[in-house]
């Protein structure tokens, strides 16, 4: 086996984990970039706040996706190019790191939750399946995301362990890449920690204010509720000044 390709199936897992489609799908969209609202963090929650449920729907199938691809690719047609478990551990974290510290992004990137999760199924349709299903059951019952993907964070490990011999195999590197990933979800979510502690942390659904969208220069502001004092330059003249 050429030693290079292990190392580049590395690289390719992190270009691909790279593309950031919260700041894609937004400008496809004509949404206001991610980055510049609410939390600031260019993920599938954020988007949401946009007012654009399709565009964060999109945008958390891709981050998923982009998780699961360079995965499943290592683990379909590795073993022919002699490709084991530690690369496929690797090229997993690697799609991880590309979301959380995206080239093509000045390495501004999201918490990660979506990819992690499309790591997790590729690695095992089942843990990614047992994931989703923790982070939904606390996402319905709290109403925070941030809550939901620090629980998940912090069982899946253990989840993997447990189900060793049940729903799947536990391999040695593959559960050493679930923990890193794990450990740096936690660390990701470090301020939503703080503001769940202080109790203002933002619940699922709610906009950012103000309203992130585009503002053409129009004369329809009353729409959107804000009252505005007059122009003062179309004050009409005083009678002193009038011909």
């Known amino acids: 086996m050429p030693s290079f390709l292990p190392l580049l199936a590395v690289l ?3 270009l691909i984990g790279s593309l950031s489609f919260a700041v894609i799908v937004s400008r496809l969209m004509g949404l206001s970039d991610p980055r510049t609202f609410g939390s600031k963090n260019p993920g599938a929650t ?3 706040r946009s007012g654009s449920k399709a565009a964060a729907i999109l945008t958390l199938l891709l981050d998923a996706a982009k998780g699961w691809l360079p995965v499943a690719l ?22 991880f790191l590309g979301h959380v510290f ?23 349709g089942w843990l990614g399946l047992a994931t989703a299903l923790i982070w939904l059951l606390m996402a319905v019952v709290f109403r925070y995301s941030s809550l939901a993907s620090i629980t998940a964070a912090l069982l899946v490990p253990v989840v993997y362990v447990l189900g060793d ?8 590197n593959v559960a050493l890449g679930v923990a890193v990933m794990s450990l740096l979800l936690l660390y990701r979510h470090a301020e939503n920690i703080n503001r769940l502690i202080k109790g203002t942390e933002s619940k ?10 585009a ?7 009353a729409k ?14 005083s009678k002193s000044e009038q011909p």
């Open 215 to 221: 503002h053409a220069h129009t004369h329809g502001h």
């Open 165 to 172: 011999g049940g729903l799947w195999l536990m391999r040695k």
């Open 12 to 14: 390719v897992g992190y």
């Open 74 to 95: 290592v683990k379909w047609y590795g073993p022919v190019y002699g490709l084991g478990d530690g690369t496929l551990a690797l090229v997993g974290l690697a799609a």
């Open 46 to 48: 954020n988007v949401l």
């Open 102 to 124: 995206p080239v093509f992004f000045r390495f501004s990137g999201g918490k990660g939750v979506a990819t992690a999760l499309g790591v997790l199924l590729g690695f095992s």
């Open 224 to 237: 959107h509720g804000h009252r505005h004092p007059p122009h003062t330059d179309h004050k009409p003249p």
């Open 204 to 213: 699922l659904g709610k906009k950012a204010s103000p309203t992130p969208v």
